[in-house]
């Protein structure tokens, strides 16, 4: 158990239906790096909203440091460089 809090956030991304979720999930786990302590697919949508053709897949992600607390500016570029991984798959975040 650690003794530092982890920074929990959900992201939903609309992209292609052609695009797998493994592949956002390989995007993802990259760009969140060593911060990176938890990853879980928590829902798949399909519908009028988003668009023929498209998805929305959100995430669950839970950030931590093993030797710190985080600071607001890293969860800040954590979150930042997770949202440009979903970009380079041709996916929007989700509003």
Do not use: N
């Not at 959100?58 to 500016?73: E, G, M, P, Q, Y």
């Not at 949202?83 to 996916?91: K, N, P, R």
């Amino acid at each position: 158990v650690s003794r530092y809090p982890a920074a929990v956030m959900d992201l939903a991304f609309v992209v292609d239906e052609a695009v797998p979720a493994a592949a956002l999930r390989t995007a993802l786990t990259e760009a969140g790096g060593d911060l990176l302590e938890r990853l879980s697919l928590f829902d798949e949508f399909r519908g009028d909203s988003i668009g023929e053709h498209h998805k929305s897949l959100a995430w669950s992600v839970t950030l931590r440091a093993a030797d710190r607390t985080l600071s607001d500016d890293e969860v800040t570029a954590a979150r930042a460089a997770l949202v440009a991984a979903g970009e380079s798959l041709g996916a929007a975040l989700r509003s």
